[in-house]
């Protein structure tokens, strides 16, 4: 499975972007997408998952101000960045996981920064 990433960028506070994360290869049916999130001097955390049949989770920090999506025939997921934060300003890495299947897939990462 390879993942490409896009949409990341510079914006002010209070600002949006978009992240999209396309998976090609050999796609398991049953699989769960998500964005994680690494700032400087940080560990790599998760900012929300969505499973291919439309399960989501976030990490409370990002709740009410990120939305998380996908398009299962495009093998697409959408991060939906919101009511941006400084703090929220982080390489941003796609991954993919198949439910029923071995495998653990990342994207390249795309930065997002977020001035005040």
């Known amino acids: 499975v390879q993942l490409q990433a896009s949409g990341g960028g510079l914006v002010q506070a209070e600002g949006f972007l978009r992240l999209s994360c396309a998976a090609s290869?050999?796609?398991?049916?049953?699989?769960?997408m998500g964005w994680y999130r690494q700032a400087p001097g940080r560990q790599r955390e998760l900012a929300a998952y969505?499973?291919?049949?439309?399960?989501?989770n976030y990490e409370d920090s990002v709740k009410g101000r990120f939305t998380i999506s996908r398009d299962n025939a495009k093998n697409t997921v959408y991060l939906q960045m919101n009511s941006l934060k400084p703090e929220d300003t982080a390489v941003y890495y796609c991954?993919?996981?198949?439910?029923?299947?071995?495998?653990?897939?990342w994207g390249q990462g795309t930065q997002v920064t977020v001035s005040s």
């Open positions: 991954n993919f996981r198949p439910l029923f299947a071995t495998g653990d897939y």
């Open positions: 290869g050999t796609i398991s049916s049953r699989n769960v």
């Open positions: 969505i499973s291919n049949g439309g399960t989501t």
